[in-house]
């Protein structure tokens, strides 16, 4: 008998991985939290039934996230992360050195436990000594703050349940005043390709053009994500981000990444057509 992964992506498109053995099943306060083990992918992290990360493809979401805004801002001491349970983002970020702080809000603690125990290679830097983590509502928690943090980093779920008070115009305009006069906000800004995962990203978007003076969105291709292409908003108070990226200075850092490059980083705000419309139709 084989057993199979399926995720619904619109009424009439589904994903499916073959799956070796569930290693993971449980109920939180806020939502299902699974991981599946299979030959393709490895090992996959799913909430609610929705794919989070899978071991083969993860590199891409969480160096996109991370790497893009440190290329861009010069001196990122003291970071914010909402979501990010699984380690990823804390993993790429922990290979700066100048960073002091890194605070890490995540609503489940159950993620963070399960991804500890199954996940090692996203979760593998979670015990950094500058890693401190806030179990609460991200939304709640960026409310006090104000002129605190060079970046913050939102890497929230879909915009229901859990992630839902991440994508509004309050929590935005929250990040703006949390940002020092020279920070940067990276958010995850949903699939542009299917009907119902546009609209969302159109919203998100509309909410942080009426929060930033610039605001940019760039995009990656993430196999396990709806339809496989997928945006990421870079918001700031001050760097543009294709502008005022220092190749130089972070090309010599010799950081080792799979996916992203400089010269990647530069290419990927240079978006289809297509996506273009649907921004300035909301800008």
Not at 13 to 39: H, T
């Amino acid at each position: 008998m084989q057993l199979w992964f399926t995720e619904k992506h619109t009424p009439h498109v589904k994903l499916s991985i073959q799956v070796d053995r569930q290693l993971f099943c449980g109920q939180s306060e806020f939502q299902r939290v699974d991981v599946f083990d299979s030959r393709e992918f490895g090992r996959f992290l799913t909430l609610d039934g929705y794919m989070m990360l899978t071991e083969k493809d993860e590199f891409i979401y969480h160096e996109m996230i991370v790497h893009v805004p440190m290329a861009v801002h010069p001196n990122v001491r003291h970071a914010l992360v909402i979501g990010a349970g699984d380690g990823g983002v804390i993993r790429e970020l922990t290979q700066y050195q100048s960073i002091e702080r890194i605070d890490l809000v995540e609503i489940d603690e159950l993620v963070v436990e399960v991804c500890k125990k199954y996940l090692p290679k996203t979760s593998c830097c979670m015990d950094d000594e500058r890693l401190h983590i806030y179990f609460e509502d991200g939304l709640k928690f960026i409310r006090r703050y104000e002129d605190e943090y060079d970046l913050i980093i939102v890497d929230s779920t879909d915009p229901f349940g859990p992630g839902e008070g991440l994508f509004t115009k309050e929590f935005y305009g929250n990040c703006f005043k949390a940002l020092k006069a020279d920070g940067i906000m990276v958010n995850q800004h949903e699939s542009p390709f299917y009907q119902e995962d546009a609209q969302a990203m159109q919203r998100a978007h509309k909410r942080i053009v009426e929060s930033f003076p610039i605001s940019r969105v760039y995009q990656a291709h993430i196999p396990t994500y709806p339809s496989g292409h997928w945006l990421f908003g870079f918001a700031s108070k001050q760097y543009h981000p294709v502008a005022d990226i220092r190749s130089a200075k972070w090309n010599a850092l010799g950081l080792q990444t799979k996916y992203y490059n400089t010269k990647l980083h530069i290419g990927s705000f240079a978006l289809p057509n297509y996506v273009e419309e649907m921004l300035k139709d909301v800008e």
